[in-house]
């Protein structure tokens, strides 16, 4: 009998749920657990034909003791955390108190400084070990998959990687002139700090949108992409070893980075509180609140999306190329499950996490990045559960 507490309730929480209904032999039995009843409430009356037994409560995840007291009346093997990042660390502290395993999709970032890195949560590792418990840490899509790419061009086509590109691009129409794929404070947040890259050994660091290459993606065609710093960055730069450079590259139309410039000119992306008629206001807190709800698009999203890693490097000292990806279809995925293709690729690879920590297949105690895993069975279940990858061996290289 598998148990698994489910917190959040927003975009990637819809997916994860449907997800782990469809896959009832193994998530028997699961608890959505998020700040609004009302949500949770909602995502468990779209889930039609499945065996999973669905049961929904109110939790405020900042809160330790709250977390611990719902972990033990629910006892779960394991929490799958899809509310936000600034929630990681107070889950991971009940998951330890409460000896309980943990799977995420995006490292911690505290919310009054833009900045996010794993060094928070790699804190924990002894901690987990002594528990016997583990923790999976960024198993959505980039991060997650993209690193479970990784490691399977090691496993199987590499002696020695020398160069990865991750490249992620949607060319998805959602309608609105301005909206974020996935939570508008935390993507904001991303877009507009400083892009790094990794190369010889150290990250360099560059000024928000200043790299752009043109690439030609396979089923969406030409884009502009814009190089990013990305947490995965810092994870493989440790496990894969010998890498020379890491870059991540993520597209963007020029509407898109108008109207985010606009906003940034004028204040609208800082988070630094101000005072409005008298009270204390985030400016982008309250812009979040003038988008577009993510979780909203899915029905007018069209289009598609591709997330992929491209390697260099040899095997048997010959050189290899090696490009790896997904096809995603925003209208697909609302029809499968309701939700467009970013939450899409973000909740199944989280479900398939914990489905492989739920069979002993990933279970080791500790905390680990995806990359740390055997990609094997991960790879197999992504053809399964609705992300199937193809393969290049002749790939366009970005300069
Ligand atoms: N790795 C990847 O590829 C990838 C890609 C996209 C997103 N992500 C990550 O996925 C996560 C979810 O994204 P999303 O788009 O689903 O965001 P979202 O739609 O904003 O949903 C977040 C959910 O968390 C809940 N929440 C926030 N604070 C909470 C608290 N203190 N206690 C309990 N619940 C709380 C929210 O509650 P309310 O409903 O009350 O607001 C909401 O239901 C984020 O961490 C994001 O960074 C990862």
């Excluded at 204390?280 to 899915?298: C, H, R, T, Y």
Aim: include cysteine; aromatic fraction near 12%; hydrophobic fraction near 40%.
């Amino acid at each position: 009998m598998s148990k698994a507490l489910i917190i959040g309730a927003g975009g990637v929480a819809g997916v994860v749920i449907h997800k782990c209904c469809q896959n009832d032999e193994v998530f028997e039995e699961i608890l959505i657990a998020s700040r609004t009843l009302s949500k949770c409430d909602a995502i468990k009356a779209s889930i039609k034909n499945s065996k999973t037994k669905i049961s929904t409560a109110k939790v405020d995840a900042d809160n330790v003791d709250e977390l611990v007291a719902l972990i033990n009346k629910f006892k779960p093997e394991v929490v799958i955390n899809v509310a936000l990042p600034y929630q990681d660390l107070t889950i991971m502290d009940a998951c330890l108190i409460t000896k309980t395993n943990y799977v995420d999709t995006a490292n911690y970032e505290p919310k009054d400084l833009a900045k996010f890195e794993y060094s928070w949560q790699w804190a924990y590792r002894e901690k987990f070990k002594a528990a016997g418990i583990t923790a999976i840490l960024g198993c959505g899509f980039d991060p997650g998959v993209s690193g479970v790419y990784c490691a399977f061009a090691q496993k199987h086509y590499f002696d020695n990687i020398d160069t990865i590109d991750i490249l992620d691009a949607n060319a998805g129409d959602h309608g609105y002139p301005f909206a974020t794929n996935f939570n508008p404070e935390i993507n904001i947040r991303e877009i507009t700090a400083k892009g790094s890259y990794y190369e010889n050994g150290k990250f360099i660091e560059t000024d928000p949108i200043s790299i752009k290459r043109v690439y030609n993606f396979p089923q969406i065609g030409n884009k502009d992409m814009y190089l990013l710093h990305h947490e995965e960055m810092e994870s493989l730069a440790i496990n894969i070893k010998g890498v020379k450079r890491i870059r991540f590259f993520m597209t963007f139309s020029q509407n898109y980075l108008t109207h985010l410039k606009v906003l940034e000119n004028v204040g609208m992306t800082s988070i630094k509180p101000i005072l409005f008629e008298g009270k204390e206001i985030v400016p982008l807190q309250f812009l979040k609140v003038l988008l577009p709800d993510p979780a909203s698009l899915g029905p007018r999203t069209k289009g598609k999306t591709n997330i992929g890693c491209i390697f260099t490097g040899s095997k048997n000292g010959k050189p290899v190329n090696y490009y790896v990806y997904n096809v995603c279809d925003h209208e697909e995925c609302y029809k499968e499950v309701g939700s467009q293709a970013i939450s899409y690729t973000t909740g199944v690879p989280a479900m398939i996490g914990a489905m492989l920590l739920l069979k002993g297949l990933w279970k080791k105690p500790g905390v680990y990045n995806v990359e740390e895993f055997d990609p094997d069975p991960f790879m197999e279940a992504l053809n399964k559960f609705g992300l199937p990858w193809n393969e290049s061996f002749n790939p366009d290289l970005v300069d």
